[in-house]
């Protein structure tokens, strides 16, 4: 009887230790967001077979916000040759995460300058996380 009385209080102990855990962890929100009016230039420069000194630029993000609306230019994003760019947004928290990718194999490579808007974005802080290009940027709106 001893016991099944001490099993019965590790286990309710053990379930109180674990609601304590669970309920200091931030959930993650993940939230798909909208983007439009995606368009980039032609190559900045290409290289068939070794990556040319306009190539090693490092890549850079200017961005404005306007109306709910962010406007980001990613320059000298590394992307395959005539390739249609893709870009996709997710809100998680406060960290809007961003993939930029072209589709398919490719025999070259290229810088080119990326603009798209993010539509429905609230005023606040937040941090840009540019995952293919490994860019990390806070940014307050």
């Not at 931030?26 to 980039?40: A, F, Q, T």
């Not at 809007?96 to 609230?122: A, H, M, P």
Request: one cysteine or more; hydrophobic letters at 40%; glycine letters at 4%.
């Amino acid at each position: 009887m001893k016991t099944l009385k001490l099993k019965t209080a590790l286990l309710a102990l053990a379930a109180v230790g674990m609601l304590s855990i669970s309920s200091c962890e931030k959930e993650k929100e993940v939230k798909n967001l909208s983007v439009s009016n995606i368009s980039y230039t032609d190559c900045l420069s290409a290289s068939k077979d070794t990556f040319s000194k306009d190539l090693s630029d490092a890549d850079s993000i200017v961005y404005s916000y306007q109306n709910h609306t962010l406007y980001i230019t990613h320059h000298n994003l590394l992307v395959g040759c005539g390739e249609d760019v893709h870009v996709d947004v997710q809100l998680i928290n406060d960290t809007i995460r961003i993939s930029e990718w072209t589709d398919g194999y490719v025999d070259c490579v290229c810088k080119i300058d990326n603009s798209f808007q993010i539509n429905d974005l609230e005023k606040g802080s937040y941090i840009l996380n540019f995952i293919n290009s490994e860019i990390v940027l806070p940014i307050n709106l």
